[in-house]
């Protein structure tokens, strides 16, 4: 698009890319039964991967075995302009789950996440367990993986507005990078990725996110194995507290060579 670029040595018009943004509809389907359960405003892309976090972390399935088919919806007289907003997701199960208690908040998690259950009780009564120690990473990858994450961002490079969240090896490898204008989308594909790949829990690796660290970001992470996560930015009070529960490590802050560990420092190898 073209748009006016002031400066102090005057004004010009320039060309310009921003990040699109459109709603996302997501349907779980189980038997006869069809019922939308979600509405986040996400950018277009990995849209399987975006559904199918999104129902991990929700604990809605457990694994890749309960999803019979993903896709778009296509009904008799389809939308031209919004079928590929729509994505149904079909269980194996002959009915839908129990979904009461996900209801009430399933239409605020678009732009905010799981506010509705944002404290450490909420994860406790889900069963959510404690990753298994290890890795043992050494402080040099951590310090990397900004850097490798960044290269790993091609919408970036045109909008400049976009979030990115990174699964990596322990040795500071990329596995899976993915991009969103929502911090908690992008993470939700990422795990969405890896429950379609059949690859969770995702133990001996980490999670970089390149903004800041919430609950939000911690629970999804948590609810997918993942032992580590890094963020370029700051953490909440509550994710620390989440880390420290749960025996996770979080780090936080991490640029310019420099980072803060708020928990499980025994996985990070320093020099």
Not at 37 to 55: K, N, Q, S, V, Y
Not at 106 to 131: D, I
Not at 153 to 159: A, E, K, N, V, Y
Request: aromatic share 6%; hydrophobic share 40%; charged share 25%.
């Amino acid at each position: 698009m073209r748009v006016r670029l002031v400066e102090p040595e005057g004004t010009r018009w320039r060309s310009d890319h921003v990040a699109t943004e459109e709603p996302l509809e997501i349907r779980l389907v189980a038997g006869s039964v069809s019922r939308t359960i979600a509405i986040t405003m996400r950018t277009p892309g990995g849209d399987f991967e975006l559904a199918a976090g999104f129902l991990r972390g929700e604990n809605v399935v457990d694994g890749r075995a309960q999803i019979r088919k993903i896709r778009y919806c296509t009904g008799p007289e389809p939308d031209a302009d919004q079928q590929y907003n729509v994505v149904s997701v079909e269980l194996c199960t002959p009915s839908l789950p129990e979904l009461a208690e996900l209801e009430r908040h399933f239409y605020t998690t678009s732009a905010c996440g799981v506010c509705g259950k944002a404290n450490l009780e909420a994860l406790q009564l889900r069963g959510c367990e404690a990753p298994p120690p290890g890795p043992d990473v050494s402080a040099e990858v951590v310090q990397r993986l900004p850097g490798r994450l960044r290269e790993a961002q091609g919408l970036f490079d045109s909008t400049g507005g976009l979030h990115a969240a990174g699964l990596f090896d322990a040795g500071g490898e990329p596995v899976c990078v993915r991009e969103d204008v929502g911090r908690h989308n992008a993470v939700d594909k990422v795990v969405g990725w890896a429950l379609l790949e059949d690859r969770l829990p995702l133990t001996g690796h980490l999670l970089v996110v390149s903004g800041r660290c919430s609950f939000e970001i911690m629970q999804k992470g948590l609810v997918a194995g993942v032992p580590i996560v890094c963020a370029v930015s700051a953490p909440s009070s509550l994710a620390v507290a989440v880390a420290r529960e749960f025996g996770m490590t979080l780090v936080g802050f991490l640029r310019d060579n420099r980072f803060n560990v708020y928990a499980g420092q025994e996985r990070i190898v320093a020099w």
